[in-house]
């Protein structure tokens, strides 16, 4: 069986192939133990299994473990060894500023005291040669102060390391023989930059402890479940394999005993399951030019997709730069579990504290605090019915209470009165207002007309706010796609596996035919040991695709531009420079200034069907009506299951589409199509309203 499974802020999404079908399985989340529920969605779909023979499991995992990690700081002790007089870098950091204004910003802690961080007797200088020389009593005394620092996980991190790594494999391989996690830089992050390549180490060194023991458990769990359903069948074999791969921040897959190792890649690896499906699902359907859109419990991420994914070296989680490729995804705190409330001056506030899978939101019985989810429930667009096909119901009337009783909490202090929709649609109006600025930050403030795009909107709460997220922002469509509520892990169903190589080099570019030759050598190393590892991975031949890129700038800068290393790369650089900061220099001097190589192992595809589009009429999918408020005005609305639509029915707004994992809320004067990849493809106007039902 091939099972992806997504690890959510308030829901675990599950997509499993059984017997040639895609299956879907929602469950809540266990944020105490994330692990628990990844092991109680297997045992459901073993169940689900059960004629199957499934006697292997492929399972691939997206994970917030390490994002949660950084952001509660529940991480690892770790001990920082970095060259003798640099021990500083980790906590001096940049001199850059949060917030310019604020004389009372306060930076992070770093995540290895001054006590913790170790200077070693060694250095290499900036051309690579060693200046001073590790020796053996040296060697001997950082181990004798590792152990006194009672760390269960080393960074190691000295300067120049990426021009010759010498000094720190030898660190490396005395500490790992005495028994600790070792994270390296040259192995982690091998690119200039002290400050990005110490945290980025350290970040990883921090993670390691605490991501082994979650993905050791999962592989117990995956193993259980297999020699479970062996032993249940006759004719089947009483053990089988279990593989267990993570989805990294790159858009890419690797084995779990790797991502134990690198856990740093993963940082955002749910967010870019997300992305890497609404590119599939929109590609399937036509359209390459994509803004994906996925509102989850806790958080909404947004990413900004033209053909090929994007990447940055520049991500900053918690507050900690984290140097590794990731794709560029920007995230607010704005979820169907944000929290609204009133601040000391009246104005409302919506998120980025969020009410979580546990209490949740106070329509889920436990949670006493209004959240987006009470408010649309308030308006109609969700029902007492309520999620997971009736699975998790809605308190409606225990929701009218709580919001009531904060809306007498905050009357009395120089605030109108306001009835309980009111309230509820000033939460969603303030909500999609935080939406909509981050829709924003990736497109228009980066030289982008969200009016060239379609927006993909996904994740549980998705499909409740698009139309109106497309309206105020003029993009012309929304896709909404099948199982919308578990679209990432949908995107992890089909992923690659992907191993990404990148190496310091800083050379001028007189010329792209001489940069070319000068950059053959090192490319060809790094991917020599990108193929090694692959045939590892079982991956060899036509199997492996492979990317080349190069980070380029003009001389003096102190940023780069990421441009494909093929053809006329300068002028490609000059281009990109110019669409993203509104000009270029075209002679001005350029360098390279990392190389990049992407192997990618090629795995089995997996096909949506294609449908005949049929009939526009859908009546006999509508299973209610009932009162819902569209911006202030209750309408009578039908409410269609979206297990009912074919291809080709034709939706004319008001209208609400429900389904498993999902809501789709259909405005007035929205209309909504079922394309032949049962996609829904909504847009506005008067435009083809002939032949839809309401």
């Known amino acids: ?45 073993l169940l689900r299994a059960s004629r199957a023979d499934a006697a292997s499991l492929d399972l691939l995992c997206g994970t917030t473990v390490g994002t949660n990690a950084l952001l509660e700081r529940r991480g690892g002790r770790v001990a920082l060894v970095t060259t003798a007089g640099f021990e500083d870098v980790l906590e001096i950091g940049r001199q850059a500023r949060p917030r310019l204004y604020d004389f009372f910003v306060e930076r992070p802690e770093p995540l290895v005291p001054r006590e913790r961080r170790l200077g070693a007797h060694e250095r290499v200088g900036a051309d690579g040669k060693i200046v001073v020389r590790l020796s053996p009593t040296e060697l ?14 080393v960074a190691v991190c000295l300067l120049f390391s990426f021009l010759r790594p010498e000094h720190e494999r030898t660190i490396a391989r005395r500490l790992r023989a005495k028994g600790y996690a070792v994270s390296v830089s040259h192995e982690i992050l091998p690119e200039f930059r002290e400050f990005e390549r110490t945290s980025t180490t350290v970040v990883n060194a921090y993670l390691a402890p605490m991501m082994s023991r979650y993905l050791e ?24 394999a279990a593989r267990v791969r993570v989805m990294q921040s790159n858009g890419g897959i690797l084995p779990a005993r790797v991502a134990a190792r690198e856990p740093v890649r993963t940082v955002l690896s749910g967010p870019a399951g997300g992305v890497l499906g609404a590119r599939r699902v929109a590609a399937d359907a036509g359209y390459e030019r994509v803004i994906s859109f996925d509102m989850g419990g806790t958080s909404t991420d947004v990413s900004l997709i033209e053909g090929g994914l994007r990447t940055t070296n520049e991500s900053v989680i918690a507050g900690m730069p984290v140097a590794v490729p990731v794709l560029e995804i920007h995230t607010v705190g704005a979820g169907g579990g944000s929290i609204a409330r009133f601040d000391r001056a009246g104005a409302l506030r919506v998120g980025p504290e969020s009410a979580g899978a546990d209490p949740g939101p106070i329509c889920y019985g436990r949670g006493e605090l209004p959240t987006v989810t009470d ?10 019915e309520g999620l997971l096909g009736g699975d998790f119901r809605l308190d409606v009337q225990r929701t009218r209470e709580h919001m009531q009783r904060a809306i007498r909490g905050a009357s009395g202090v120089g605030r109108v009165v306001i009835s309980i929709e009111q309230f509820a649609q000033g939460i969603l109006d303030v909500v999609e207002a935080t939406m909509e600025k981050a829709i924003r930050v990736i497109s228009i403030e980066r030289g982008r007309d969200p009016r060239d795009y379609t927006l993909v909107a996904f994740g549980g ?36 596996v992907v191993k990404e190589l990148s190496q310091t080099v800083l050379v001028r570019v007189e010329s792209a035919q001489a940069a ?51 053809g006329d790369f ?48 859908c009546q006999g999918a509508i299973v209610t009506r009932r009162r819902i408020y569209f911006a202030s005005n209750a309408h009578v609305t039908p409410i269609y299951a979206r297990e009912k639509l074919r291809a080709g029915n034709r939706i004319a707004g008001p209208a609400i589409i429900s389904e498993y994992s999902a809501t789709t809320v259909v405005p007035v004067r929205w209309r909504a199509l079922v394309d032949e990849f049962e996609n829904l493809i909504l847009s506005c106007g008067a435009v083809g309203m002939a032949g839809m039902t309401r």
Not at 471 to 482: D, E, M, N, Q, T
Not at 602 to 615: E, S
């Open 516 to 566: 070319s030759r000068a950059l053959r050598g090192t490319f060809a190393r790094i991917e020599r040991e990108g193929v090694r590892e692959m045939r590892g991975e079982g991956f060899a031949g036509r199997q492996v695709r492979v990317q080349r890129f190069l980070d380029m700038r003009y001389v003096g800068q102190a940023y780069e531009l990421r441009v494909p290393a093929g």
């Open 140 to 153: 001997g005394r950082i181990a004798s102060r590792v152990r006194a620092s009672r760390a269960e996980s």
């Open 217 to 240: 458990e999962i592989e117990r769990n995956a193993q259980r479940v297999i020699g479970a359903g062996g032993n249940a069948r006759k004719n089947s074999r009483a053990t089988g």
């Open 570 to 617: 300068a002028r490609a650089f000059h281009r990109e420079h110019e669409q993203r900061y509104g000009y270029a220099d075209q002679g001005r001097a350029v360098e390279v200034v990392n190389v990049r190589a992407r192997l990618i192992g090629v795995t089995a595809r997996i096909d949506w069907p294609k449908q005949r589009l049929g009939k526009p009429d």
């Open 1 to 45: 069986m091939r099972v992806a499974i997504d690890t959510g802020g308030t829901f675990t999404d599950c997509l499993f192939i059984l017997d040639g079908r895609l299956e879907i399985l929602k469950i809540p989340s266990t944020p105490g133990n994330p692990a628990q529920a990844i092991s109680d969605a297997l045992d459901k779909i």
């Open 375 to 384: 408010a649309h429930l308030i308006l109609g667009r969700l029902g007492s």
């Open 461 to 496: 709460a998705g499909g409740l706010h698009a139309c109106s997220l497309a309206a105020s922002l003029s993009i012309p469509r929304v896709l909404v796609p099948k199982f919308p509520g578990a679209l990432s892990a949908l995107g992890i169903l089909r992923a690659d």
